[in-house]
């Protein structure tokens, strides 16, 4: 995992903790806490059951065409459920994250977009106030599909990602669901989760997986803490950091518990040069991505949708020259991102607080063995 940048500093003095308090106030984008606990569908609570089944089958490589590639392979524990390397390595791969390589002869392209976190993807929509609905969560760098049971089935659908040329789009949720079904094991654990004569369905395969995502949260940063009343949670300069953060407009668009408002934004982000034509972002808005949350960026490196920038630094300096993609005039970038106010200078404070949202308690369970029988996360030694 990345170092954190640290300081020797104390904890905020009450004082200190009253300026705050009034500047924050005043802020267009409020930031808040993490909820202690999460929503769930109606028709697929979060159960330990589910969750349990929803490991093995994220961790199992026979989602994929091939059988050498699983959800874990670009979803790493090791790097906080995302990849430390700019475009993932999916069908046709071996090693893992930024050693992971194509094998030759390879006619597999990279995955087109930087791997997200799944960490607090239970989270995803939700407002400055804390409400949101999971099944109009939004997911992907284009929001193109909406709730994790959706978006869960989507990679295995992928070319690049997992179904390589196994078998046609049109056939890969079905293949592996009869790949699954002649597997004892998941027939009883899908049979005890859902019931029914027949459990091992497409709906229900996408419940599994959900309900396993879900529960990776991690809701109990410095901030977070400091956020519920531990004054001492944070450095003193992390908390000028935070105050930096709202006044020179970053949280006009990082804001509320994620530190996203979860809406398209022309950034005018360099494309990646390992792709053969430039990414257009978001349909119906071109060049469009939604807002990336800022939780846990310690672990999650390189960053952006096109996974250009390998540290945070990169990041800061892009947004005091942005836009960098030719593709992009001035006037196509978002109002917002040219009105930030000098990002790059003290960049060091805006960095000490994105550090105190940083929470290494989550699940980092590796299954020894999945029903398979093949090796969990794929080909990936």
Not at 6 to 33: N, P
Request: with cysteine; net charge neutral; charged share 20%.
């Amino acid at each position: 995992m990345k170092k954190l940048l640290t300081v020797a500093i104390t904890g905020m003095t009450a004082v200190a903790i009253l300026l705050y308090a009034a500047q924050e106030s005043q802020s267009q984008g409020a930031l808040s806490a993490l909820p202690k606990t999460l929503k769930a569908p109606p028709d697929n609570p979060l159960t330990a059951g589910r969750v349990a089944l929803g490991r093995l089958l994220f961790w199992d490589p026979i989602l994929s065409g091939n059988k050498d590639v699983a959800c874990a392979t670009c979803h790493h524990p090791r790097f906080g459920y995302a990849e430390n390397r700019d475009l993932s390595i999916g069908v046709n791969g071996t090693g893992l994250g930024g050693n992971r390589r194509f094998l030759s002869p390879n006619s597999i392209p990279f995955v087109k977009r930087n791997s997200q976190t799944v960490l607090n993807v239970a989270f995803n929509g939700i407002g400055q106030l804390g409400q949101y609905t999971p099944a109009d969560a939004p997911m992907f760098w284009d929001v193109r599909v909406k709730s994790l049971e959706t978006q869960a089935l989507e990679p295995i659908k992928s070319f690049e990602e997992m179904r390589g040329d196994a078998y046609p789009e049109d056939k890969a949720v079905s293949t592996v669901l009869a790949r699954l079904d002649a597997i004892p094991e998941y027939r009883s654990l899908f049979t005890e989760e859902f019931g029914g004569r027949n459990a091992v369905t497409e709906a229900n395969l996408g419940k599994a997986l959900a309900a396993f995502q879900r529960s990776l949260v991690t809701h109990n940063s410095p901030f977070d803490r400091f956020m519920r009343g531990d004054s001492n949670a944070m450095t003193r300069v992390q908390v000028q950091g935070m105050r930096r953060f709202e006044r020179i407009g970053c949280a006009n668009c990082h804001n509320g518990p994620m530190f996203s408002d979860y809406l398209p934004h022309v950034l005018g982000v360099p494309d990646n040069v390992k792709l053969p034509e430039s990414d257009p972002g978001i349909k119906d808005t071109p060049y469009a991505f939604r807002t990336a949350s800022l939780r846990n960026l310690a672990y999650t490196s390189p960053y952006m949708h096109s996974g250009v920038y390998p540290t945070l630094e990169e990041v800061i300096e892009f947004y005091d020259d942005a836009p960098e993609n030719p593709n992009i005039g001035r006037r196509q970038v978002d109002p917002l991102v040219l009105r930030l106010r000098n990002p790059d200078r003290e960049s060091d404070l805006l960095i000490e607080f994105l550090n105190a949202l940083n929470d290494d308690s989550f699940d980092k369970t590796i299954p020894a063995q999945v029903p398979s029988g093949l090796n969990p996360g794929g080909r990936i030694e």
